[in-house]
């Protein structure tokens, strides 16, 4: 099931292709990568399935643009997805442990997904692919004054609020008819 979201997720990716300025391109990236993770977390409800879209994803593409230079690199899509995954799945109880205390047991072992828990787990997706795709499509040749200040931090309140809106829809419940 994750590798089928893997290749909705180049499917994607190789529709849109690589950011060229912050907007539209970070806002679109951030969706189109966003919502093939989110499909695999609503279907297999583990922590790390977004990562591991993301991973299977981009492990092939990264491939695929070494050996073919012509290809430009994928999106920096990995620490995005681990951000994402923290904040959906991380629960105080697991911060609690980190303390050089006694080992506290958490009182769920599967969080329940909120609404305002997905959505802020997908504004952090978009803010921080936001802010670590513009350096690297700059050190890949990118023209400094497309990415300035002020574009990028459109973008990547743009691509927040998007992806806090697509996220959102994660917790929301079919009816049967």
Excluded at 78 to 95: I, K, S
């Amino acid at each position: 099931m994750l590798l089928g979201c893997a290749i909705f997720l180049a499917i994607g990716q190789v529709l849109v292709g690589p950011p060229h300025r912050p907007l539209p391109d970070l806002p679109v990236v951030a969706t189109t990568a966003l919502v093939p993770a989110l499909i695999g977390v609503r279907i297999v409800l583990t922590p790390g399935a977004a990562s591991a879209v993301c991973g299977a994803y981009l492990l092939p593409a990264s491939m695929v643009s070494l050996l073919v230079p012509s290809i430009p690199p994928p999106p920096l899509l990995l620490v995005p997805a681990v951000v994402f995954d923290l904040a959906l799945w991380l629960q105080p109880a697991h911060l609690i442990n980190l303390l050089p205390r006694r080992f506290v047991a958490p009182r769920q072992t599967h969080p329940r997904v909120t609404r305002v828990r997905a959505s802020t787990a997908g504004a952090l997706f978009g803010l921080v692919l936001a802010l670590v795709e513009p350096p690297f499509r700059l050190f890949l040749g990118g023209d400094p004054n497309v990415w300035t200040e002020q574009g990028v931090a459109l973008g990547a309140v743009a691509a927040a609020a998007v992806c806090a809106g697509a996220s959102g829809l994660l917790t929301v419940r079919g009816r049967a008819a």
